[in-house]
């Protein structure tokens, strides 16, 4: 009689192992199924965050050449023409060696928006940067006679 009773009771215990497993097989299938569309639906959704990423890699590359002074503006950087340099985009080195000379200026154009309020403390301008500036000396002699505007 007891090893009956503990045949039946080994029996139970396995079927209550086999359906503990079962309901765990099937709760895992159902975080796994969640887990995909909880990535999936932050993808689609996440995807407008991308594009403004994206267009801040896009921007348009500009070219501008001038005389460069090498004087740092205030925490905007060197300005060369209607357009600032950063002081991060730019070594001393760079600015001590073409400090008072003409150069061509390429680089990609990024636009600040000024503060709207008016006051005078405050810049009211858009500032318009350089990014990422390749730097190089002005070679080009204007011919004799050559009247620059």
């Given at each position: 009689m007891r090893s009956n009773i503990n045949i039946n009771l080994a029996n139970t215990l396995q079927f209550t192992n086999n359906s503990l497993m079962e309901y765990l097989l099937k709760s895992m299938k159902k975080l796994f199924a969640f887990m995909i569309?909880?990535?999936?639906?932050?993808?689609?959704?996440?995807?407008t965050e991308t594009v403004s990423i994206n267009q801040k890699d896009s921007l348009k590359e500009i070219t501008t050449d001038g005389i460069f002074d090498g004087v740092l503006i205030s925490k905007m950087g060197y300005k060369i023409n209607d357009f600032y340099i950063a002081q991060e985009d730019i070594t001393n080195a760079q600015v001590d060696s073409f400090k008072g000379k003409r150069v061509i200026v390429i680089g990609k154009l990024k636009i600040v928006k000024g503060n709207q309020s008016g006051t005078i403390q405050n810049i009211s301008e858009d500032r318009k940067y350089i990014t990422e500036p390749k730097i190089r000396f002005y070679l080009y002699k204007e011919p004799a006679g050559f009247i620059s505007h």
């Open positions: 569309l909880a990535n999936l639906s932050i993808m689609a959704f996440g995807q």
